[in-house]
């Protein structure tokens, strides 16, 4: 049965068993990244903070991608942008292994606060989404237009692609469309599915 995150990822934290689950979540995708099905499909993967801070993890990650040299350029662990601001110190130096690896971090929930737009340069991000606070009325309100395009102008001067997230209508989507945006995500373009599942549909759009 598959569950939805909300329903077990909070107990997870608490009992700290969230580094055991991000194993698993990476090793599952790298296998899948192997295959036929997959063989040019780029993968993002959520890191919980108590992996960022965990040592152990850490050299486990890097260790691990290096056995997939194939699939490890295909793969963005995505931290939060609050996890960059307090926990620097280890990320950092993780952002700079990922990138001899040829895998990257990006930010997700990214725009929620202005103190890692210093950071941005030093993570070498290869995208950043914009947290769906800034979208939810981005058609009706001109502040969040301004503020959207300011922050994407920032991240395409920095080589950063920029990802709108929580796309709900339409109407959100045509006023992106006049923003330079890279790419957007939400319940309104596709609901979470299986990864099996999306690279069939794609296979099927190619075809």
């Not at 599952?28 to 993002?44: D, G, I, Q, V, W």
């Amino acid at each position: 049965q598959t569950l939805p995150g909300g329903s077990f990822l909070p107990m997870a934290e608490r009992f700290g068993m969230m580094p055991q689950i991000d194993r698993t979540i990476i090793l599952n995708t790298l296998n899948l990244a192997t295959t036929a099905a997959a063989k040019e499909a780029h993968f993002s993967i959520n890191l919980s903070s108590s992996s960022t801070n965990d040592p152990a993890f850490i050299r486990w990650l890097e260790q691990t991608l290096k056995q997939f040299p194939g699939a490890s350029n295909r793969i963005s662990l995505e931290i939060n942008e609050g996890d960059m601001v307090q926990g620097k110190e280890s990320i950092r130096p993780l952002a700079d292994r990922l990138d001899e690896i040829g895998s990257s971090l990006s930010l997700d929930h990214f725009g929620v606060g202005f103190s890692s737009f210093g950071s941005l340069t030093d993570l070498r991000a290869r995208y950043v989404k914009i947290d769906r606070s800034h979208i939810q009325e981005i058609h009706l309100q001109k502040e969040s237009r301004f503020f959207v395009h300011s922050l994407a102008d920032i991240a395409h001067g920095l080589g950063i692609e920029v990802i709108a997230e929580g796309i709900e209508n339409q109407q959100q989507i045509d006023t992106l469309k006049e923003l330079p945006i890279d790419a957007l995500q939400g319940y309104f373009i596709a609901k979470p599915q299986p990864a099996e599942v999306a690279l069939k549909q794609q296979e099927s759009l190619e075809s």
